[in-house]
């Protein structure tokens, strides 16, 4: 069920209607339900913990990319989540936010060793290394702090997640992982390397997964991989399970939370470990909107176009990935309202500022309000500036009020952070 629901003809969220926000701060907003996130949050610590395999053994670290707002991310800590982190900004965030230290991994390919040094010195729970060459530098990096990292190492099992190809990333040919073959002599390695403790292995296979078979299959391969290297000696403390549980963007059946922990609560049964996972888009896409407002309704000979006031700089999903988002009017049309085919278009100068083409939607007019749904992930994150458009202010909703998270930038903001070019006498 989702939280935006129609209350007395309006669109509404914790008991606030979606109108009273976007005449107040104005559009686009983004806004976020703080009950949805809790309730998502909630079903992935009831289903972790109905399981003697997983019960108080699993950390849920929300992955900060998906939605790094301090509101988001505090809500989250408040509940008891930890954070898996990609960078030192989302690091700072995570902390910020109340995040234990003792409750944040740190995943991805690139890490720099100022990031390593910084996440050392903060005393985070896990870093999950990808490659031999980032083992080697991380060991040198906590030899030269004085630290010790606590290291899982992400494996690539080489599974095909099903999933878009531009957020897959578990197969062979992918940036993501250690190759599997070089997999157990890295754990070996690593048993030596000082600085280095070795906690753990770690698995991500891609992002929005509507199917529990690939997970079944890499989490297979995980489990035939630690008790290879246990009957080697390299003790595994910790595995890592990674994110990627999808949502509904389109009528698509996600797999349940409660039957991702029984895949899980199955690999581990026996293997006596503690549990990683590092949901993000289930944990907030469902749980955010981003307002529009209708600018012009421009007819074409050819077309009909919805140009609205929010554009790809501030949600890119559909440029970038061709995503489907549902467009719901704020006020809702009357149920006989004939709906027609129409493009629904920001207003950057770009072919693929394109949000929805051939789309039924009711009868809409300059001035309306549009609701884009399921964007409380990868939305305001992936925003940017292009052509000179400030960055979308953000909406926290909760117990019938809501409040301010991000607010809109000055235009004297947006330019102070630059210089003009040096005066040079012609
Ligand atoms: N853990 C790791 C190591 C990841 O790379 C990701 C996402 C997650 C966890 C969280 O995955 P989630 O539960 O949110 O699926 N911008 C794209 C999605 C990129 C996902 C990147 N990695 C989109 O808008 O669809």
């Known amino acids: 069920m989702s939280a935006f629901a129609y209350r007395d003809g309006v669109l509404s969220a914790d008991g606030v209607p979606l109108d009273w926000?976007?005449?107040?701060?104005?559009?686009?907003?983004?806004?976020?339900?703080?009950?949805?996130?809790?309730?998502?949050?909630?079903?992935?610590?009831?289903?972790?913990d109905s399981r003697p395999e997983t019960r108080g053994r699993t950390t849920i670290c929300y992955a900060v990319k998906a939605n790094g707002n301090l509101s988001?991310?505090?809500?989250?800590?408040?509940?008891?989540?930890?954070?898996?982190?990609?960078?030192?900004?989302?690091?700072?965030?995570?902390?910020?936010?109340?995040?234990?230290?003792?409750?944040?991994?740190?995943?991805?390919?690139?890490?720099?060793?100022?990031?390593?040094?910084?996440?050392?010195?903060?005393?985070?729970?896990?870093?999950?290394?990808?490659?031999?060459?980032?083992?080697?530098?991380?060991?040198?990096?906590?030899?030269?702090?004085?630290?010790?990292?606590?290291?899982?190492?992400?494996?690539?099992?080489?599974?095909?997640?099903?999933?878009?190809?531009?957020?897959s990333t578990g197969q062979r040919h992918d940036k993501f992982g250690v190759a599997w073959d070089e997999a157990?002599?890295?754990?070996?390695?690593?048993?030596?390397?000082?600085?280095?403790?070795?906690?753990?292995?770690?698995?991500?296979?891609?992002?929005?997964?509507?199917?529990?078979?690939?997970?079944?299959?890499?989490?297979?391969?995980?489990?035939?991989?630690?008790?290879?290297?246990?009957?080697?000696g390299v003790p595994i403390r910790r595995i890592d399970f990674g994110g990627g549980l999808g949502i509904s963007y389109r009528g698509e059946t996600p797999p349940d939370i409660d039957a991702y922990a029984g895949i899980i609560a199955e690999a581990v049964r026996g293997l006596d470990c503690d549990v990683v996972i590092e949901p993000g888009r289930r944990l907030v896409g469902p749980a955010g909107v981003l307002l529009t407002r209708v600018v012009r309704v421009k007819k074409t000979p050819e077309r009909s176009?919805?140009?609205?006031?929010?554009?790809?700089?501030?949600?890119?999903?559909?440029?970038m990935y061709d995503a489907y988002h549902e467009f719901l009017?704020?006020?809702?049309?009357?149920?006989?309202?004939?709906?027609?085919?129409?493009?629904?278009?920001?207003?950057?100068?770009?072919?693929?500022?394109?949000?929805?083409?051939?789309?039924?939607?009711?009868?809409?007019?300059?001035?309306?309000?549009l609701a884009i749904a399921n964007a409380g992930a990868y939305g305001a994150v992936m925003s940017s500036e292009y052509n000179g458009r400030p960055l979308v202010p953000e909406v926290l909703l909760q117990d019938g009020t809501w409040k301010i998270v991000r607010r809109r930038p000055t235009w004297d903001e947006m330019l102070a952070l630059e210089a003009p070019a040096l005066d040079r006498e012609r």
């Open 21 to 48: 926000v976007a005449s107040s701060v104005g559009s686009p907003v983004y806004c976020y339900s703080g009950g949805a996130i809790t309730t998502a949050y909630r079903a992935f610590e009831a289903a972790f």
């Open 72 to 167: 988001v991310v505090s809500t989250l800590a408040a509940l008891g989540a930890g954070c898996d982190i990609v960078s030192e900004g989302e690091l700072r965030r995570a902390l910020a936010a109340g995040v234990p230290p003792g409750r944040i991994v740190f995943s991805g390919v690139g890490k720099t060793r100022d990031e390593m040094a910084y996440a050392l010195q903060a005393g985070i729970m896990q870093i999950n290394v990808e490659s031999a060459e980032e083992l080697e530098a991380l060991s040198r990096v906590a030899t030269a702090c004085g630290r010790t990292a606590r290291v899982a190492i992400r494996v690539n099992p080489d599974v095909d997640a099903e999933t878009h190809s531009k957020i």
């Open 184 to 232: 157990p002599g890295l754990f070996r390695r690593a048993r030596k390397l000082p600085g280095i403790d070795l906690v753990g292995i770690a698995v991500h296979i891609g992002s929005q997964l509507i199917r529990l078979e690939p997970y079944r299959q890499a989490f297979r391969r995980i489990v035939e991989l630690v008790h290879g290297l246990r009957a080697d």
């Open 305 to 319: 176009f919805i140009i609205v006031d929010a554009a790809m700089n501030d949600l890119v999903r559909p440029a």
């Open 329 to 369: 009017p704020v006020r809702r049309p009357a149920p006989d309202a004939p709906a027609a085919e129409v493009d629904i278009v920001g207003p950057i100068c770009e072919s693929t500022d394109i949000f929805a083409r051939d789309r039924l939607l009711p009868p809409v007019k300059e001035g309306d309000l």
